[in-house]
Structures are given as C-alpha cells and as structure tokens.
C-alpha cells in the first residue's frame, strides 16, 4: 500500500477497497476535508465518520479501482497470446491473485508440472488474467526458457547484463517451459543466476516444465531444483494431451 506521505493511512478493508496504491483526495476536492485528514492520520476511525465522508472516500477510491483495473487488463491484453486469450481463472488462479496483490514479497511463487499438452501454459495465462482482474499495477514478464536463453545470448561482444537485469527483476516473471530446452552448462548457469536473483529477493514467478518431478534434479542442477522447491507451491497438472483431444 503506497501513499503520498507515508504516515497516512486509510481504512481500505473499512471501505471494500481492495489493495493497492491509491491516490488520496486532494485537500479542495471535498467540504469535510478535514475529517478526512484526521482519518488519514488516525485520529478518527472510519466508523466515527459521518456516512457522507465514507461515502466520499468510497467513491473516491472506487473509481481508482475501476480505472487500475482496465489498465492491468489492457496490459494483459496486450501481451497474452491469442491461444491462451480465453483461459479464465479457476478458484486458485483468484486465490493466488489476491495473494499477489495484498503483498507478492510474502506470496509464493507457482511451479506447474505436468506432461505436455495437460494444460499448464494456459493455467499460467490463467493467474496473469487473474492478477490483472485484482487491478494491481503489475508489469509481467513472459518468456519460455528457450526463448530467454536466446534473448540474453552473449551477442558480438554485446553485454547482455542490462537484459538479464530487467528480466531477473520483473515483479512477476512467467518462465514456461523449464527444462525443455537443451541444456548446456551456459544455460544451466543463467538459469542458476536467474532463479537465485529472484529468490534472493522473494520476487514471486510462475514456472512451468513437463519434466517428471522426479527428474528435475537431473535435467535442472540441484541448486536451481533446490531453489524452486523452496520459493514455489507445486501443481501437479494430471491428465491427457488436450491437444489429441481437440485432433480427433
Ligand atoms: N482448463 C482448460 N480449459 C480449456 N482448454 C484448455 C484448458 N487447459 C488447457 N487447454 C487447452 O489445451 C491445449 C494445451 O494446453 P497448454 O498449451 O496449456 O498445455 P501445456 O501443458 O502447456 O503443454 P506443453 O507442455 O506442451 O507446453 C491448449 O489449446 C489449451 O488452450
Ligand atoms: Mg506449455
């Protein structure tokens, strides 16, 4: 929760606001301004202000979620692939999310597993649409490993620190396909440093990988798998290949 002086505060729970980072109302914008700041100050609980003043402040705060909201589902919109633009949040996609936006340092991150084609791509795209419905402000990255491996490939001399940095500190950082693509000791190491920045720093991830679990040592190295174990809750995905399913 972000406010313009630190020492404010403001009921958000009183008022069924969810959390985020609010603007408070400008001194001018209201009659009973100073009620209001002596809220803000906690000198006055929401429940010893008259009913106007609460419902001021609703409304005040309402329209910044509804204006939050649109703008982390532009974000999203913008950014899901068109095959996952459908996948809709079940139960612990909405859980995960509201963890997430009430405090991501604290919330763990997500390893799916599962074979190929079970769903775990479009479970993932599933908690980044979930995560935009909550209006948090959040700018998540996405790679497969694959791709990122080639994204931050040493080019020509080229430092490829700046496009490690900005990746490893993505608030929320969607890594599919963990351990699919073939590994070599480079690979291995930037997926070390990757994996041990962000866990360094509790920066919550979605990870995925059809790597049965009880091989994940072997084909990640036992510091990356040592890691993920501790930072992530793991899903297992069971099922058949959905897309045979739709092939038929
Ligand atoms: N819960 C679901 N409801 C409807 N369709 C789904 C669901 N889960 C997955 N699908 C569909 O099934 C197909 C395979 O899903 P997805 O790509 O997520 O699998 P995956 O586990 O990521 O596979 P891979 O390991 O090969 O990457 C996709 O077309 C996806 O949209
Ligand atoms: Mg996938």
Same mark, same amino acid.
Not at 113 to 122: P, Y
């Given at each position: ?10 009921? *958000?729970?009183?008022? !069924? ?19 209001? /700041?002596?809220? *803000? ?30 703008? =982390? ?12 633009? /459908? =996948? ?7 859980a ?5 936006? !009430? ?9 799916l ?10 479970l ?20 497969? =490993? ?11 001399g ?26 070599t /000791?480079?690979?291995?190491? +930037?997926?070390?440093?990757? +994996?041990?920045?962000?866990? /360094? ?19 990640? !190295? ?12 793991? +899903? ?13």
């Open positions: 929760m972000n406010h313009q002086h630190s020492k404010l505060t403001v009921d *958000f729970a009183g008022l !069924g606001i969810p959390p985020g980072s609010y603007a408070l109302p400008a001194p001018g914008a209201y009659d009973g301004y100073d009620r209001l /700041e002596r809220h *803000f100050t906690g000198d006055l609980a929401l429940t010893d202000l008259p009913p106007d003043d609460v419902q001021f402040l609703r409304n005040h705060f309402c329209e910044q979620v509804t204006e939050h909201r649109q703008q =982390a589902m532009d974000y999203f919109s913008d950014r899901v692939p068109r095959r996952f633009a /459908e =996948a809709r949040p079940d139960e612990r996609a909405t995960w999310a509201e963890q997430f936006a !009430g405090d991501r340092f604290t919330t763990k991150s997500l390893l597993l599962g074979a190929t084609g079970t769903g775990k791509t479009h993932a795209y599933s908690v980044l649409r979930a995560v935009a419905e909550t209006g948090v402000q959040t700018r998540w990255q996405t790679f497969t =490993a694959a791709d990122l491996y080639a994204h931050l490939r040493p080019r020509d080229q430092d490829s620190q700046d496009a490690f940095t900005r990746v490893a500190d993505a608030a929320l950082l969607f890594l599919d396909d963990l351990g699919a693509a073939k590994f /000791e480079w690979t291995e190491e +930037i997926t070390y440093r990757l +994996i041990n920045h962000r866990y /360094e720093r509790c920066l919550p991830g979605i990870f995925t990988s059809n790597v049965p679990p009880a091989q994940l040592r072997d084909v990640l !190295g036992e510091r990356v798998t040592s890691r993920l174990s501790e930072m992530c809750d793991r +899903i297992a995905i069971k099922g058949d290949d959905r897309r045979k399913g739709g092939a038929k």
